[in-house]
Every structure is written in C-alpha cells, then in structure tokens.
C-alpha cells in the first residue's frame, strides 16, 4: 500500500536541507509508520536526489515523524525558478512510498 492512505505529509526548507514530516491520519496507524518508514528507507527513496544524512525525529504526541535531509536540494532554494527549489513536491513524492498493507503486529 501507499504511504498516502495512512499519513499527509508536509515539507520545509533551509538552505540545502529539506525536512518532510509525515503526520498518520489515525493515531492507530502511528507505530506502523514508526516501523515502516525509516530513515534509512527514506534515504534509499530519495537515492539520487538526497546526498546528505537523513536523520528522523518521532513525536508521539502528534503521531507524526520529521525527516531532515542535508544536501537535499540542489544547492539551495535560489538558483532558478524552473525547478522545485523548494522541495515542496518531495512531500508527495515520499507519499508514494510502499509500506506493507498488513504486518500482522498492528
């Protein structure tokens, strides 16, 4: 299944560093997303676009994650216009990341 039907997603920038939260729908539905999408997973996602570290935060009380991702865009949000500089389609883009449909320990 889709990242997407468990969780929304939001980015932001600084510099040459992107951060991507994924925030479950469901509380529920929190531990898996704890499980399912790593660090490491989120690296591997985003191989060829992300040359940095990707570290991860857990914040339970939102039921959401925090990825920060160094050297993630390009050099910086000022070089041109044509792209997206930003980063703001990478939240989309993580939402489409396969995570297990059922795991057995939900």
Request: aromatic letters at 4%.
């Amino acid at each position: 299944m889709k990242l997407r039907a468990l969780a929304h997603s939001r980015t932001g920038d600084k510099g040459n560093t992107s951060n991507i939260s994924v925030i479950a729908y469901r509380p529920e539905d929190y531990p898996r997303l704890v499980r399912h999408v790593t660090a490491e997973r989120v690296r591997a996602h985003f191989a060829g676009i992300v040359h940095g570290e990707v570290l991860r935060y857990e914040l339970p009380s939102l039921g959401a994650l925090n990825f920060v991702m160094k050297d993630a865009l390009g050099g910086g949000v000022t070089r041109s216009l044509a792209i997206d500089a930003h980063g703001k389609s990478l939240s989309s883009a993580l939402l489409d990341m396969e995570i297990p449909e059922e795991d057995g320990t939900d």
